[in-house]
Nanobody
Framework: QVQLVESGGGLVQAGGSLRLSCAASGRTFSSYAMAWFRQAPGKEREFVAAITGSGGYANYADSVKGRFTISRDNAKSTVYLQMNTLKPEDTAVYYC?????????????????WGQGTQVTVSS
């Protein structure tokens, strides 16, 4: 069983930056692929970024490529999402997810554990 707790959300102006963190409980954090998804009001949850258990490989949605960076610190059992050049369309609740395998997926159905979400609001 893994518990995930996100933090770092907030209100920021367009063009600004935020860094989200997701702290995981439980053992063998490095054996889990991790991902960030987001859900805007009235929209379906969508993939943002994912990273392998080792942190050696990452994947991004086209909409955030070049602006967002996912990383992890396995010693701290934490995954991060650095978000730069934020746009109003990035406004959403951001969720951290863990998958019981080393390899990531961009399908939310493939993830086994979810955090409670953290709100990110980007004003224009």
């Amino acid at each position: 069983q893994v518990q995930l707790v996100e933090s770092g959300g907030g209100l920021v102006q367009a063009g600004g930056s935020l860094r989200l963190s997701c702290a995981a409980s439980g053992r063998t954090f490095s054996s889990y692929a991790m991902a960030w998804f987001r859900q805007a009001p009235g929209k379906e949850r969508e993939f943002v970024a994912a990273i392998t258990g080792s942190g050696g490989y990452a994947n991004y949605a086209d909409s955030v490529k070049g602006r967002f960076t996912i990383s992890r610190d396995n010693a701290k059992s934490t995954v991060y999402l650095q978000m730069n050049t934020l746009k109003p369309e990035d406004t959403a609740v951001y969720y951290c997810a863990a998958r019981e395998t080393l390899y990531y997926s961009d399908d939310s159905a493939d993830y086994d554990y979810w955090g409670q979400g953290t709100q990110v609001t980007v004003s224009s």
